[in-house]
């Protein structure tokens, strides 16, 4: 969960976000020495006296300055497509979940189980409980159980809604007429907490996403309920 003055992204809660989180320091890192290199080179240029009129080229600065970020480009290139990869990696999920945009409601089929479907809309603030988060709590949660490989059809039934939870590493459009699909391994039981980034109306602010990952036997009991009151 997001907090005021945060500087950095949140806690991971996967492994796929893991990596990012990772990357993200790597390339962090990279950038900022070729930034100190370059504010040294421009000082020293800056700041020295001394000029040499008579050299018209040199050979081996070229071939440093052609080698060096091609090396660059490799050690930021290598890590990146091997996230790319892993991120469209799907193998044998234990669940599939079918979430659909609407204006301006989530609505998520559990496509497992024969009628387990429910709409989840964002709780007025007269409505909230101590603890919860204004604009962010949903009457209704995904639950999912931890540790397990899940896979989510995002699609959207009107226009473009985009499905997104920052510390599961998720953004997946939903494009009406189109299926998508995306998966993810939450690492630990808790509430994690997203909302639709893509403009889709004048409530577009107010469909929030909340991923309630529970253990395996808690999720159990949860869809016995949920199938017994449908």
Known sequence: MAHPAQLGFQDATSPLMEELLHFHDHALMIVLLISVM???????LITTKMTDK??????EIE????????ITL??????????????????????????????????YEYTD????????????????????????????????????????LISAEDVLHSWVVPTLGIKMDAVPGR???????????????????????A???????????????HFEAWTTLMLEEA
């Open 38 to 44: 370059v504010l040294y080179i421009i000082t020293c």
């Open 54 to 59: 008579h050299i018209l080229d040199s050979q």
């Open 63 to 70: 071939i440093v300055w052609t080698v060096l970020p091609a």
């Open 74 to 107: 490799i050690l930021i290139a290598l890590p990146s497509l091997r996230i790319l990869y892993l991120m469209d990696e799907i193998n044998d999920p234990h669940l599939t979940i079918k979430a659909m945009g609407h204006q301006w409601y989530w609505s």
């Open 113 to 152: 189980y024969e009628d387990l479907a429910f709409d989840s809309y964002m709780l007025p603030t007269q409505d909230l409980s101590p603890g919860q988060f204004r604009l962010l709590e949903a009457d209704h949660r995904m639950v999912v159980p931890v540790e397990s490989p899940i896979r989510v």
């Open 179 to 201: 299926l998508n699909q995306t998966a993810f391994i939450t690492a630990r039981p808790g509430v994690y907490y997203g909302q639709c980034s893509e403009i889709c109306g």
């Open 203 to 217: 409530n577009h602010s107010f469909m929030p996403i909340v991923v309630e990952a529970v253990p395996l036997n």
